[in-house]
């Protein structure tokens, strides 16, 4: 990757040049041997390369130029076997079409391969029409690349200015699906309310980011999906550090959902283990989840008084089939808990096997042992 290669007088064209993994390649970069830029400045490879499962790449180019409009960005896919040379252009490459659109993303925040063999190609400048910032997440073909104009009939995007689809980074799962996490995304008049999108791993998702494709909050800076979404092979959590629970601002929701069909809704306490008051500061590290059991703990680091571990038992199917009142749950301090229940049961079949004092910044983990499992909870 030699972003700053000149292509005669083009100025930092920039060059991604391929190399057998077995001979190499010797020889100066030019246009028959890499893919590269025709203008200054088009730097082609400054936002890296992708490496896909299947063998093959995507050149990443934000800063790439067509023509007049600047920045609009390019991301081409290349054959592992033989490379891509000549030119970045729009029949060979997924491009943008309005200044600054900046595609693959001049933000830092990562295009990725997914275990299927396809790509995203993460795009938060992108401008949606007039709507400046609305961003774009477009699912790639890794066996023969996508080509075209980043649109909604290609890419999952945002509606509102400065939605920033794919800000919160996006997260494959172990099965091939993924999770675009936005926690700027305006849900209607309530700025950054944040959205959690599951994407199907072999076909994609497109369109508008929405209540009726998403998982999303439903009052101001809930930054649903900040700061992490957590895969547990079947299922994933969607941890929300500051969702507001009511007049309990900054109380945080973990909610769990199936990896193979997704999470859509509303945060609420019918489909979340929720904290119970303000500021708690949970964090991605203090979440862990028993699909067996259907447990889920979280650890609510800096509540007023001391830290807490709240713990739910969730219906075994995830979404259940049936409408909760809300999802139970209670709080335990420091110490190893024993589960003493059937699958399904409540959360208060727990034999507590140890106790300590309250947590300040706890840490918990399941260990499914072969009858039962265990609760460890500690400091971090």
């Known amino acids: ?182 926690y700027s995304w305006n849900n209607g008049s309530l700025s950054q309310a944040g959205a959690a999108t599951w994407g199907n791993g072999v076909s994609g998702i497109v369109g508008e980011v929405s209540s009726t494709n998403s998982f999303v909050g439903t009052t101001d800076f809930d930054w649903v999906g900040e700061p992490a979404v957590k895969d547990f092979g079947d299922y994933y959590a969607v941890i929300s550090s500051d969702w507001n629970n009511g007049s309990f601002w900054g109380a945080g929701a973990v909610s769990i959902g199936d990896s193979s069909t997704g999470l859509i809704g509303e945060v609420s306490s019918f489909n979340s283990l929720i904290g119970q008051t303000s500021n708690t500061g949970l964090t991605a590290a203090s979440v862990d989840y028993s699909a067996t059991y259907g447990i889920v703990v979280a650890g609510f680091p800096n509540s007023f008084t001391s830290g807490r571990v709240y713990i739910a038992v969730l219906p075994v199917a995830i979404p259940s089939a049936a409408p909760l009142t809300s999802i139970s749950q209670k709080a335990l301090s420091k110490g190893i808990y024993r589960y003493s229940g059937a699958v399904g049961s409540t959360f208060d079949a727990w034999d507590r096997l140890y106790l300590h004092y309250p947590l300040i910044k706890p840490f918990c983990y399941i260990k499914e042992c072969p009858s039962y499992p265990l609760i460890y909870i500690g400091e971090k």
Do not use: E, K
């Open 1 to 182: 990757i030699s972003p700053g290669w000149d292509n005669g007088g083009a100025n930092q064209a920039g060059a991604a040049t391929w190399g057998d993994g077995t001979v190499g390649i010797s020889g100066p970069v030019t246009v028959s041997n890499s893919l590269v830029g025709s203008q200054p400045s088009d730097s082609v490879g400054r936002g890296g390369v992708i490496s896909l499962t299947n063998g093959n790449y995507v050149v990443i180019s934000p800063t790439w130029n067509n023509g007049g409009t600047v920045n609009v960005g390019a991301a081409t896919w290349g054959d592992g076997t033989v490379g891509i040379s000549g030119l970045v252009t729009p029949a060979n490459s997924l491009i943008g079409s309005q200044d600054s659109d900046y595609v693959g993303d001049l933000m830092g925040n990562s295009s990725i391969a997914l275990t299927t063999g396809n790509y995203l190609v993460v795009s938060t400048s992108w401008d949606n029409g007039a709507v400046a910032n609305a961003g774009a997440v477009t699912f790639g073909n890794g066996s023969t690349g996508t080509v075209g104009v980043v649109s909604s009939a290609n890419s999952l995007v945002g509606s509102q200015p400065n939605d920033r689809v794919g800000t919160s980074l996006v997260y494959p799962l172990s099965n091939g699906n993924y999770v675009v996490a936005t």
